[in-house]
Structure formats: C-alpha cells, structure tokens
C-alpha cells in the first residue's frame, strides 16, 4: 500500500522541476505549478482532513449567514409592530441607562462617585426631568415597592442602586404597556419617567437594601388629582 502513495508523491513533486528553469519563467508557472500540486494534493488519502474541515468551516459560515438573514428577517417582518420594541433594547423601552460601563462612574478602592446632573443629562433618556424642584432619597428593604403610581404634574428622574431591582416603566410602544428592566445589585442607573407615565421600583433582592433618589421638576403634594394610585395590580 505504501508504494502506489509513494509514486503518487513523486508525482505530486513537479515544483523540483521549475527550480531549473528561469526566475522569469518561475513567476509565471507558479501559480499553474502550484494549482497542479494543489489538485494532486486533493487527490492524495492525506487531504482528507483538510477537506473535512474546509468543509466544516463553510457549514458554519452558512449557518452564520442564515442565522444572520433570519435575525434581519424578524427585525424587517416586525418593524411596523408592536413586536419591534419588544424585541429592540429593554433598557431604551423602560428609558434606563446603566451608567457604570459608560465612563460616567469615577472609581477607585473607596468606591464609585459621580456627577448625578451630568448622568442624567448626558444618558440620552426623554422625559428627564431637568431641574429638581422636589428631591427624594429613599431605600427600599427586599420585597418592597416603591411608586406603582402616576403623576400628571411632573416628569421624575430617577437614581438607583444598591440590590437588584426591578424597574417597571408604562410604555404604550410595548405590547404589555410597560417596559422593565432588571437592575443588578452592583449596578447604577439613570432613568426618567416622563410626565403622564407611571413608574415602580420593586427589591427582588432577597438582601440587599435598594436605595434611590428621585428628582422631579415640579412640587406636588400627591393627590388624586394629580396621581393615578396602584396602576399595577400584579406589584
Ligand atoms: C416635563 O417634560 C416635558 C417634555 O420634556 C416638558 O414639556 C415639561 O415642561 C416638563 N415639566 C413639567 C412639569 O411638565
Ligand atoms: C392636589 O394637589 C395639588 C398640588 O399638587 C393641588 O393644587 C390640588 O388642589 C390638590 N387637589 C386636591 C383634590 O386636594
């Protein structure tokens, strides 16, 4: 068996051939050389491997191209509806910005710190409220909700961080009427919650203390007059 692979090998070898030839000539038989070699090369048991994973390797590009279409597809298909906002970024539905990958966090060993007006002002939310009229600094214990309401009279802006946490915010765009997010417990987050839409912040955290400061551009005394109470009936 060795012998009949052995001349094939030989024959496989017609390069040696060129190395008497003109360096003119080299340069234009390399590429028709090397295509012959190549044949025979497929030709030989030992391509198999090679093959295999040529092969293997345009499996997967296609499976990539397909998954690829199929995700453009979905995105065409729902573009008009309602399904696109539920597909698109959960953070942009419930206007939530996480700030710590943003390079708005200063940190060191002691901690993290920044510029709470800058953040808000800077993460690309609507309905910010611009300037605080009113000022809440709060913490709620796990298990805990805090809003569940909506106010009429003013837009509010919210900080928090500390444990995981829900944030729910009303959104017409999304199928459900509201958009949530997750918050984790070493996260911070900005996010607004314009006039006219309700808000709530629930504690899933089964220890940690969520804390939170809410600024909202207008001074109300709650009342139903202003704010629609238990807009949520599963919180
Ligand atoms: C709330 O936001 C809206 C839209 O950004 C703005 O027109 C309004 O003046 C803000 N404040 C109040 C108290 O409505
Ligand atoms: C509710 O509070 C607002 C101030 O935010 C006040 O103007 C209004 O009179 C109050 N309404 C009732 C029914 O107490």
Redesign the pocket.
Known sequence: MANPRRSSYSNTLPLTNTSETTSQQQVSQTPSHFTTSFIHFLKRPHAFPFLLSIFLLLAWLLFRFQHLNNNNHFTAYHSNGINKWEKANDDENANVRRLNSDGVLSRDKRGWMFNPVVAANDAGLYGVAVSCASVHVGQIRPGGVRGNHRHH?CNETFLIWGAETKFRLENPRVAKGYAEVYIGAEEVTVSSSPRGTAHALVNVDSLRTTYFIGCQDSI??Y????TDFKVWKDL
């Open positions: 009279t109300i005394t009342n139903s007059s202003n």
